[in-house]
């Protein structure tokens, strides 16, 4: 089964406003290639760039979503998908969808918060900050592809741990359950 790590920044609370995406492949257990790109939001209104750094200026030229999901698609098609707090990474997908009137692909997802949850109790906070911190991961926060990247290793060391053959094992290990 394909398996992707995807995570989104957003320029505004709206929906249908993603302004980057990211994206991690998973082949066995190692992260095999991590892509971004920008995205012009519907509404070039940034309220969030005091989280990401992202700006009008940066996504001015950048293709809007219909025209990067194409690009993806097909990998996304019938994957695994990961994400840390999967509710708002699958919410941003199927609002931007929407708001564009474009076919979401068909996938899977799989929240490595509530992985992280289960694998490491004792960890005060499971935000993907903290958990890449606790396992040695070096990344850029709130960069989707660092995110995504991020994420990815963590579900990687997570399917270790519980000595899953793969990703896909996991869900069964922790008795989780993916959602459509």
Known sequence: MKTIAIDFETANPSPGNACQIG???IEGMRVVRVEERYIRPREVRFTFSWIHGITADDVREAPEFPDVLAEFEGDLDGALVLAHNAGFDAGVMKNCARAYRVRQPEMTYLCTLGIAR???PE????????VARHLGIDFAHHNAAEDARACAEIAIAAAAILGASDIG?????????RAA
């Open 23 to 25: 994206l991690a492949w």
């Open 118 to 120: 289960a694998v490491w």
């Open 169 to 177: 094992g996991i869900p069964a290990r922790l008795k989780l359950r």
């Open 123 to 130: 960890l005060k906070s499971k935000a993907l900050n903290n």
